[in-house]
């Protein structure tokens, strides 16, 4: 252990949407406080993401085995869970979509029974979505690349009367006289010193966007952090969290130095730093892990720690075989979305890579295809006939196109009962969480998706997981609620401070008591500049 005297005013741990939006908050205030942000992941500039599979091998986040890539995927009982690794947290990797909480599922469990759990609501976030806003520049998909994005246009016209919603996407599109692809911004701006494109419409939103397109959070609120003073350290990742005198005390793996593709050869240097106020934003598995982990250095911890989990109602099936080709690998990935009293369904897309993928799945059509190239070659040659060309052959070992053209994944969210509850075991971080409790839930959910499939011409497919009655998150939410008191919740609504234990708190997706509904990332950044309003005022900065 290398002991360093590093003592800040503010630590935040974690660069996702509540991390980054505290570090600028925090960073910017006058008189200046000494922030410093500690994010276990690396940098991601553009052109850096994985394309290939060699690259996307390596792209998973595993340290102990010499892996810090983008992607950390979790399993438990019947929910598994994919988070990122990076500086921008889940901004990397996600669809870029920006809805608030609908007004009415703040007060009123519409899915499950029970008193509202909510100590916010819609008036006390509007200020600071507007806020969030400002910084992350939302706006619709613009009605000129409709033209040119054949799953917006299906989408939105099989939509028509089941509640189509105005879908804000943090992405910075070329206008109507320009190009897609089209250099804007200066390089000096962001925090990777690099010029940005507008969209080229690739559908790579969620392997990472490598022109700069996304109005992620490196380009955003962690530039602005770092421009208004903020220490920025990638790479270091925090093992233990402990009261500490007047402030808390970290200490912090640093992996600067690690070689990637091979586990650790020595152990990793290890850093201690102390800080006033501590920010815990490592994400809804990263957060409550660390207090998990850590809890008997915090022994008057509320007794909620770990409970009102959920996976914000995601669930993933396919309108299959539609009657128009719908070309799912143009536009950004999420363009459109329905809303409904309980839930939303959006329009899902991938890389075009991943289309080759789809297409694959036409296995039986391509062995078949196989055959016929091989019988005609076996007949030319038996027959003597000299004609050599087989283009035609060779088309028809691609299968019925319709396959990948065809097929929309669609993607649900919404209101799933907060029922997991988050605890160790054997060291380990481990949720249970009932499938069976969530089933009605899901079930209306498969109905609207099996409707608009219907009315696309297509046929409802569900994928595999939900076969194997499992379902995947990428909206993990819970495990560190907002309540009142400590008997309600972990967290106090106004500051995020944890109740027994001043000056430490937590700021990001597990503080809610329970689903959003929509996205969540808007909420997260929401919520986390409402604390950050109560922190400075705290702190006599505001
Ligand atoms: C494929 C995909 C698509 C998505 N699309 C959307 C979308 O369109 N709209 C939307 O609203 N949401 C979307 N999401 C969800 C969104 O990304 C998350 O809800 C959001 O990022 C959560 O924010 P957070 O601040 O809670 O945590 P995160 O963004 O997960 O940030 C936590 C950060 O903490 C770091 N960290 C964790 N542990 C430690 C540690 N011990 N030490 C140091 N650092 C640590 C992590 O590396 C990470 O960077 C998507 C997610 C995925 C995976
Ligand atoms: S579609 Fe491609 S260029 Fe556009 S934001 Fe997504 S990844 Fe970036």
């Known amino acids: 252990m290398t002991p360093s005297d590093d003592r800040y005013d503010a630590v935040i741990v974690g660069s996702g949407f509540g991390g980054s939006v505290m570090a600028h908050r925090l960073a910017a205030a006058e008189p200046k406080l000494n922030v410093c942000l500690l994010e276990r992941g690396k940098a991601w500039p553009p052109g850096s993401f994985p394309r290939t599979p060699a690259e996307f091998q390596r792209a998973l986040w595993a340290p102990g085995e010499g892996q810090h890539g983008l992607y950390d995927v979790w399993s438990f009982s019947g929910i598994g869970a994919l988070v ?9 990797i996600y669809a870029n979509v920006m809805l608030p909480k609908d007004a009415d599922s703040f007060v009123h469990d519409t899915v499950f029974d029970g008193p509202p759990r909510w100590p ?62 089209t250099p804007f911004g200066e390089p ?69 130095d690690a ?5 650790p050869s020595v152990p990793p240097r290890r850093l201690t730093l102390r800080t006033r106020r501590l920010i815990l934003s490592a994400g809804a598995l990263g957060t409550p892990y ?67 993928v789809a297409q694959m799945l036409d296995t039986p059509r391509i062995a078949w295809g196989a055959r016929r190239v091989g019988l005609h070659l076996l007949w030319r040659r038996l027959t003597g006939r000299r004609e050599r060309n087989i283009s035609f052959e060779l088309s028809e070992l691609l299968g019925d196109p319709s396959v990948s053209a065809g097929t929309l994944p669609i993607l649900g969210m919404g209101l799933e ?20 409790r969530a089933r009605p839930y899901f079930d209306s959910v498969r109905g609207t998706i ?46 995020g401070e944890v109740h027994n234990y001043p000056r430490l708190h937590v700021a990001d997706g597990s503080v809610m008591p329970g689903p959003v509904g929509a996205n969540p990332s808007m909420t997260i950044a929401a919520v986390a500049d409402r604390f950050a309003d109560a922190i400075l005022a705290e702190e006599g900065r505001l």
């Open 84 to 92: 990122s690794s990076g500086l921008g947290g889940g901004s990397l």
């Open 120 to 181: 916010i609501d819609r008036a006390d976030l509007d200020p600071h979505y507007a806020a969030v806003a400002t910084m992350l520049s939302p706006v619709e998909y613009p009605e000129h690349l409709l033209a040119v994005t054949p799953k917006a246009r299906a989408f939105r016209a099989a939509a028509e009367g089941m509640g189509l919603v105005p879908t804000p996407l943090a992405v910075t599109f070329s206008s109507e006289d320009e190009e897609p692809g």
């Open 188 to 256: 000096g701006d962001n925090l990777h010193g690099r010029q940005r494109y507008t969209c080229r419409l690739g559908g790579e939103c969620d392997v990472g966007c490598n022109f700069g397109s996304k109005n992620s959070l490196d380009y955003t609120y962690l530039s602005a952090a770092k421009r208004a003073g903020a220490e920025i350290r990638c790479r270091h990742e925090v093992k233990l969290v402990a009261p500490d005198g007047d402030g808390y005390r970290l200490e912090v793996v640093d992996h600067t």
């Open 259 to 263: 070689v990637e593709g091979q586990p």
């Open 290 to 356: 660390l207090l998990l982990s850590n809890r008997s250095s915090f022994p008057r911890i509320s007794r909620m720690l770990g409970e009102r989990f959920c996976g914000n109602g995601d669930f993933l099936a396919f309108a299959a075989r539609c009657r128009e080709p719908l070309e799912s690998a143009v536009g950004p990935v999420i363009t459109s979305a329905v809303r409904t009293p309980t839930h939303y369904i959006e329009d899902g897309g991938y890389p075009v890579f991943l289309a080759w």
């Open 417 to 436: 009962p907060p029922q997991g509850r988050q605890k160790l075991r054997d060291g380990l971080l481990d949720i249970e969480w009932s499938f069976d």
């Open 450 to 495: 099996a409707e608009l499939s219907e009315r696309l011409g297509g046929r409802f497919e569900d994928d595999i997981l939900w076969r194997l009655n499992a379902v995947m998150t990428v909206h993990p939410l819970g495990g560190c609620p907002m309540g009142a008191t400590a008997d309600e919740g972990v967290v106090d609504p106004r500051s």
